[in-house]
């Protein structure tokens, strides 16, 4: 009897026992002093064409057998974009665009646990920098030789000295035969940021004013503010020529000297963003960039198409939908399952859309004009450049503000009107962090 007894409380001992040693291995193998540690850094941020090894990353390890890069993906999509992890995981190369990206860092504990930590990672592009191979064997020379570089330094520095005397001399002299356009110009082009290049990027994404400087060079200034931005080009913070707004937000301030056509702007939508031009292109007024916004069927190619025109004999379905009061409020070319299998059968797998070869959206205002217009085209079939289209129209039914989707980001373009005028003043285009802004005025 008591053999049965104490059966039971032998094998419920030993159960406890048993759940007791695996709650301790568990708590000081996953949580305890032997449990791994990963501290990364919160983002990182480097050039387009860069490779960044997963160290770029990581502050501190304990405990780690292994670690590694085990996602990439664009921050707000589920794909990599241009991004691509190495074989072995222990770095990542960036394409040529301007992204902002989440990559994903796993460690493996000593004990078998994981852990695993996000970093913001921001590529943007400056143009690259090539050598002659010349100058790098000058540049290892150098190296070697420290001593004699450093005797030679003194002599050129004196030699420099004199250089910038004669070269001061000589720029005195050659302004002199320069226009007053061409001496403005050659004073634009001596503006410099804040900050260089490698000063900003210590400094990280959202603590510096980036601004595309002018004449088409890709070439970036780097500043502390739009203050400091504005005062570089000789304009009063708190005299802007222009802003734009959209449903009430600003998304563009304008700074424009119509004398010496040098204009600056600042992005309103995309935070600590600016560009600069310098003169405006005339031409006379043909309409809208993108046509009749009421007529909703055609796609935005130099061709004009409409769905006869690209879907040919394939089958698909035209479905507009209207409000109570009788205005268009979507517009679809859809159920194109025939075409997609013939000419692009990859897109089912890869784009969410790939059922509508075109669709488009309307909003109105309470006096029944435009408000919002958003055209979106089936990119398998059109390409991504402007595959979707936003514009936003004002009380007048106007469009004010158009943002179209482009793969390094945003293609922009702004209306500027003179009082209650129909057609625009002038249209600003812009890319920002691409390239300097376009100013075009229509007579």
Known sequence: MKKKILLPIIIAVVAVALIAIAAITIYTGKYGKNAPILEVKEEVTVMEYSTVHIDEFIINTENISSVRIADIKLQGRNDPGHAKISDDGQSVSIGDFWEFYTVTIEAKGTNGWKVREEVGLYSYG????????????????????????????????????????????????????????????????????????????????????????????????????????????????????????????????????????????????????????????????????????????????????RPQDYMEDYHYDEIKEYDDAGRLVEYRVTNIDDYIKEECSSAKDSYDGWNDALKVTYEYQPNGELAYREYVHNSYIFGTTQSVLQTWFDEQGRPVYECAYITHGALEWFYIYEDEDEIPEYILSTDFGWGPAELTQYK
């Open 126 to 305: 400056e143009p690259p920098v090539y050598v002659s191979e010349e100058s790098s064997d000058e540049v290892l020379e150098d190296e070697i030789n420290t001593e004699a570089v450093s005797e030679e330094r003194v002599s050129e520095e004196a030699s420099e000295t004199e250089a910038n005397k004669d070269g001061a001399s000589e720029e005195l002299e050659n302004s002199e035969g320069l226009s007053e356009e061409e001496r403005f110009l050659a004073e634009l082009e001596k503006i410099e940021g804040d900050y260089t290049y490698e000063e900003a990027k210590a400094l990280g994404w959202g603590n510096y004013f980036l601004a595309d400087k002018d004449f088409l060079t890709l070439e970036h200034l780097y500043f502390k503010d739009k203050r400091s931005f504005l005062t570089a080009y000789g304009f009063d913070v708190d005299e802007p020529f222009y802003k734009v707004y959209a449903e009430g937000d600003l998304v563009l301030t304008m700074y424009y000297d119509e004398e010496t056509e040098l204009g600056c702007v600042i992005s309103g939508s995309r935070g600590l963003e600016g560009a600069c031009f310098q003169g405006a292109t005339t031409a006379e007024w043909n309409g809208y960039l993108w046509g009749d916004y009421t007529d909703p069927v055609v796609v935005h190619l130099d061709e004009r198409l």
